[in-house]
């Protein structure tokens, strides 16, 4: 089955630095790359998603890359703000009948004043 | 609009008992998913049902049933609880039968003594 690596565990940043989480998968037929936030005590929520037939997609503060030959995606938070405070989780899928998503481990992102 | 509605929030259960955890969504979503949700292990998948009438195992499935009672109900139970299934446990559910997006609910606590 898919195994997903994510690093680093932890990152801390002061306000308005970037950070970069990183993940590498083992799955050839992975096609899709979802990055989802979870804040204490919540659910998690999905931020940027990817599919394979791009190489990197934007969204305001957040943007996400692909590398397929590599198998590695990464996740790049510029201006980071407290609010960015949170565990971040990577996942893979391939198509099927249903988005089984594996997840990464974790990164969690402390942005200090 | 509820969104994913998950009952009981808390739990508490000695070794040996069995108890049932609920999960309803309104949002006409066709998959649905049971994750565990461990330190530093990420969120695991338990079971899933691609379509109404249809369930499939995870990547941890033992020590677990499930049941799609209909397509807006999806419920995990657990048949004689072990210390090893204290965890958090999050359904979710995705609109398509392909790779998506993951709507989850707010998670329900359960220790096991």
């Known amino acids: 089955g898919e195994n997903v690596e994510q690093h680093p565990s932890t990152l801390s940043v002061q306000e308005g630095d970037s950070a970069v989480i990183k993940c590498t998968y083992s799955?050839?037929?992975?096609?899709?790359f979802p990055w989802y936030k979870q804040e204490l005590g919540k659910r998690p929520q999905l931020i940027i998603d990817?599919?394979?037939?791009?190489g990197e997609k934007k969204d305001q503060r957040i943007a996400v890359t692909l590398n397929k030959t590599a198998k590695h995606f990464s996740l790049h938070i510029t201006e980071t703000q407290p609010e960015d405070s949170a565990v971040y989780f990577c996942?893979?899928?391939?198509?099927?009948?249903?988005?089984?998503?594996?997840f990464g481990t974790g990164t969690r992102l402390q942005v200090t004043l | 609009n509820a969104g994913v509605t998950q009952t009981p929030k808390f739990q508490v259960l000695k070794t040996g008992q069995s108890m049932t955890l609920q999960c309803a969504q309104d949002?006409?979503?066709?998959?649905m998913y049971w994750y565990r949700q461990d330190p530093g292990m990420g969120l695991r998948l338990i079971y899933y049902?691609?379509?109404?009438?249809?369930?499939d195992k995870g990547e941890v499935p033992n020590g677990y049933n499930v049941s799609r009672l209909n397509k807006r109900e999806f419920s995990l139970r657990l048949e004689s609880a072990a210390p090893s299934q204290t965890s958090v446990y999050f359904c979710?559910?995705?609109?398509?039968?392909?790779?998506?997006?993951?709507?989850f609910g707010e998670g329900s606590r359960l220790t096991v003594l």
């Open positions: 979710a559910s995705s609109p398509s039968q392909g790779a998506g997006e993951l709507f």
């Open positions: 799955d050839s037929a992975s096609n899709y």
């Open positions: 990817i599919r394979s037939n791009v």
């Open positions: 996942a893979a899928a391939a198509t099927g009948t249903a988005s089984k998503l594996t």
């Open positions: 949002m006409n979503h066709n998959s």
């Open positions: 049902s691609a379509s109404e009438g249809t369930t």
